[in-house]
């Protein structure tokens, strides 16, 4: 893989050990042995932005999921699939991370983003539409989570199963952005 940036700054979202993580780490790991002049820099932006408070919201999370798994699952449900076709917008989500990741960017200055998650995507792609910020942003999608904050100012998506690659780029073609299916581990 090679990236003709000197900073590259990897997003996830939540400290819990996830796939959001180990793309994390995976994509660094890759990153750092195949181009060692790259420096890789992780943040998570709850955590940068609340200290503490992210140990509190995940153990929250990870507790109501195990209690109450169907209560989750109809939350999903409503927040990814509800109104697919319509870029929903997450006032809340703005308020509480929107400055804090921008004062990030601007801190880190890093010369490409890469995000496991679909947050901080979001508040990137916010911070994009108001041309604060010009940082290309790659996209690794884990989940069908990206097909509720994906943003049309993303530089580059990125799909392990051809299937959510067809859901997202169906809603969301964008003439600048590219797409990549690694492989299709689904299907034979």
Known sequence: MKIHSKKILVLPFLKIPSGHQQVADSLIQDIQSNEAR??????EILSYSYGKMESFVSAFYLKWIHLFPNLYNWVYQQSVYRNIEQNKKFRMYE???LARMKQLVEEMQPDCIICTHALPSYMLNALKEKNTI???VINVYTDFLYTAFGGDNVYRFSFSFYSLYEGIVNKK????TTYLVY???CSS
């Open 183 to 185: 492989r299709d581990t």
């Open 95 to 97: 308020l509480l991370f």
């Open 134 to 136: 010009k940082t290309p």
């Open 38 to 43: 790259m420096e890789c820099e992780k943040a």
């Open 173 to 176: 073609r964008n003439s600048s």
